[in-house]
C-alpha cells in the first residue's frame, strides 16, 4: 500500500464508497446493540454494585465502600470486564468489515476465536487494555469514538481545580497534549488486537513501532476528514434550519418538528460513523500491507473476498428509520 497522503485519500475515500451500505448497516446493528443490549446490562451490573456498597453513585470518596464489600467489588470487577469486552467487540466487528473487503476471511473461524480473545482479557492483560481505554477518555475519544465511553470524562473536582491557577491549566494543557500525543502512538491498537494474535502489551509495542514517523500522517488524514465534514455539516445544518424555519416559523407542527430534529441527528450519525470508518480503513489497509501480518493473519479463508449484507438486509433501514421517527415524535 502506498503511504502518500494522496494515495491514503484516495483508497480511504473509495472503499467507503464502495462498502457504504455495508459499513452502514454494520453501523445500525452495532448501535442498536450498543444503545440497547449493552448499556442495559452495564447499567445493571453497575446497579448491582452501588447497591451492594450502600452507595448512591461512584464518586472518589465512596471507592473505600466498594472494595471493602465482596459482591460489590467482585459486580464492579465483572462491570469492567464487560466494558471493555464490548467495546473490543465493537471494534473488532469495524475491523473485520473492512479487513474482508482487502482479504478473504472466515467468518466462522472468526466467531470461534472470540472466546479465546475475551478469555486473553480475564488477567493482567487487562490492565493494560484498561490503560488504553483511559487515554481516549480526556479527548472525548475522538476519532475511534466508542459511545459507551460517551459519559465518561475527567472528574470535574480534577480539572476544575487544576484550572483555578494559571500552573494548574498549563499543567492541564500539557496533560492533553500528552495524551493526545500517546493516543496517536497507540492508534493502531483496536484492529491490531483483532487481526493478530498478539497480546494487548505486545501491541501496545508494536503500535509504538508502526507509528514511528507516520503519526501526523495518519493525524492529517483524519484532520482533512473532519474539517471536510464539519463544512458539509456546517452547510447542511444552515440550510435544512433555514427551511424548516420558513416551513414552521412558530415551531410548533409536531411532524416538521419530528423531521428537522430526525434529520439532524440522522445526519450527524451517518458522519460520525463515516469518520470512525475512514480512520479504521486507513489503519487497517496498512495493517493488511505489512508482510508480517499477512503471514500472522489469523481467519484466513479461501473463498472471494467479497463482503456485503444480503440485498433484504436494506430493508433494515427503512424501517429502523420508521421506529426511529416514531421514537423521536
Known sequence: MSLSFRSLLRESWQNLRKNFWTY?????????????????????V?????????????????????????????????????????????FAILTIT?????????????????????????????LVFLFYLFLMIPLANYGLKSSLLANFKIPDFISGELMKSNSGKLIY??????????????????????????KPSQILRESWKLTKGRQLKVLAIFG??????SLLLLIIYSGTILVFGWLDYSGNNLLLETALYSLMRAVNFVFIVGLKFILMIVLTSHL???????????????????????????????MTLLAWLISNG
Open 98 to 126: 473492512i479487513a474482508k473487503t482487502y482479504q478473504p476471511l472466515s467468518i466462522r473461524q472468526i466467531i470461534e476465536g472470540l472466546p479465546q480473545k475475551l478469555r486473553g482479557l480475564c488477567g493482567p492483560q487487562l
Open 24 to 44: 452502514l448497516l454494520t453501523a445500525l446493528i452495532l448501535q442498536v446493540f450498543l444503545a440497547y443490549l449493552a448499556k442495559g446490562l452495564l447499567s445493571f
Open 173 to 198: 494543557l500539557v496533560s492533553l497534549i500528552g495524551v493526545a500525543y500517546l493516543n496517536l502512538r497507540f492508534v493502531y491498537f483496536l484492529p491490531l488486537y483483532t487481526i493478530s494474535n498478539r
Open 288 to 318: 493488511l500491507s505489512l508482510e508480517k501480518f499477512q503471514k500472522d493473519l489469523p481467519y484466513q479463508s479461501k473463498y472471494d473476498k467479497s463482503w456485503v449484507f444480503p440485498k433484504w438486509t436494506r430493508l433494515l433501514l427503512p
Open 46 to 90: 453497575f446497579n448491582r454494585v452501588v447497591g451492594f456498597a450502600g452507595i448512591i453513585s461512584l464518586t472518589p470518596n465512596t471507592w473505600s465502600a466498594i472494595a471493602s464489600h465482596p459482591l460489590a467489588l467482585i459486580f464492579f470487577l465483572l462491570y469492567l470486564l464487560i466494558l471493555v469486552g464490548v467495546i473490543y467487540l465493537e
Open 224 to 229: 482533512f476528514y473532519s474539517l471536510l465534514a
